[in-house]
């Protein structure tokens, strides 16, 4: 089923600051999480995910945080910047790649 | 890297005529492919999940002989609207898993129907 997240529906960042975007998801046997980047009229673009038996990864100006007490999960990204602004959402799944995907976050980036 | 060609990016048609979307994977093979739906200022819904040499399995509310869905070989699965009206007017999106890299899924660039 769809995860619903305790998330922003949208979110505005000034240029350089730190952007944290919220997701809940509700199965909790999901094992795996992918936070994906959409820009209008594309596809889905991989971000980073994290497996079940972690709790923390980061990447290239980007940390997912993953909390299975709460079944929450969090995308920091550092010194956010104008090619930033998309819609992001989380997905989960379990033991396979049949993603739920949350209800996505809008991200602009105020100059 | 791997990747997922998709096509058409967009297609405009008359309501009551079928219109097929290709899915490929264009340098891995894919057994299982995944079709979503997007609808504006929506999230992605998984529709169907293509398998290569048998039938597709479809979620609960998709309609199967709506959505035809024929996964012939191991790197392309294709998407049929049958006989399409304006409410099936959406994102169309696939995606395919692979574990030859990190990432372990890649979708397709979606195509955008409009049904007149």
């Known amino acids: 089923g769809e995860s619903v997240g305790l998330h922003l529906p949208t979110l505005s960042v000034q240029e350089g600051d730190n952007s944290i975007i919220n997701c809940a998801y509700s199965?909790?046997?999901?094992?795996?999480f992918i936070w994906y980047k959409q820009e209008s009229g594309k596809g889905p673009q991989f971000i980073i995910d994290?497996?079940?038996?972690?709790d923390k990864r980061q990447g290239q100006r980007v940390t997912v945080l993953l909390n299975k007490t709460v079944k929450h999960l969090s995308l920091q990204i550092a010194a956010t910047q104008p090619g930033d602004s998309a819609v992001y959402f989380c997905?989960?799944?379990?033991?396979?790649?049949?993603?739920?995907f949350g209800a996505g976050t809008t991200v602009t980036v105020r100059a | 890297g791997a990747v997922v060609s998709q096509h058409p990016s967009w297609v405009i048609c008359k309501s009551g005529t079928s219109v097929k979307i290709e899915c490929r994977s264009l340098?891995?093979?894919?057994?299982?492919m995944f079709w979503y739906r997007q609808f504006p200022k929506q999230s992605l819904m998984l529709m169907a999940t293509?398998?290569?040499?048998?039938?597709?399995?479809?979620e609960q509310g998709v309609e199967k002989d709506k959505f035809l869905i024929n996964h012939a070989s191991l790197t392309l699965s294709t998407l049929t609207v049958t006989s399409a009206h304006p409410e099936d007017s959406s994102f169309y999106i696939c995606?395919?898993?692979?574990?030859?890299?990190?990432?372990?899924?890649?979708f397709g660039s979606g195509t955008q129907l409009s049904v007149l």
């Open positions: 995606s395919a898993p692979t574990e030859s890299t990190n990432e372990k899924l890649f």
């Open positions: 199965n909790s046997a999901s094992d795996y």
């Open positions: 994290i497996r079940s038996n972690m």
């Open positions: 997905a989960e799944t379990f033991n396979d790649y049949k993603l739920s």
């Open positions: 340098d891995f093979q894919a057994t299982t």
């Open positions: 293509s398998n290569e040499g048998s039938k597709a399995t479809y």
